[in-house]
């Protein structure tokens, strides 16, 4: 394996890495969005239904 092929292979597993961590933040953010009311939602622009239909979870950080 030459160090050109693998550079391209570390950076592939590192783009990896940075995306799959993205989708859990996000997937976080929505579930914490869900937590408050209405009125705060409409207030920043969220919908409670366009929040629903988003993957949304709590992760004990």
Do not use: W
């Not at 997937?27 to 009311?37: H, I, K, P, W």
């Amino acid at each position: 394996m030459t160090a050109r092929s693998n550079k391209g292979f570390l950076k592939n597993t590192f783009d990896a890495m940075v995306n799959a961590r993205a989708r859990q933040v996000s997937s976080y953010v929505n579930g914490a969005l869900l937590m408050l009311d209405d009125e705060t939602l409409e207030a920043h622009g969220y919908k409670r239904e366009e929040l629903l239909r988003r993957p949304n979870s709590t992760y004990p950080f």
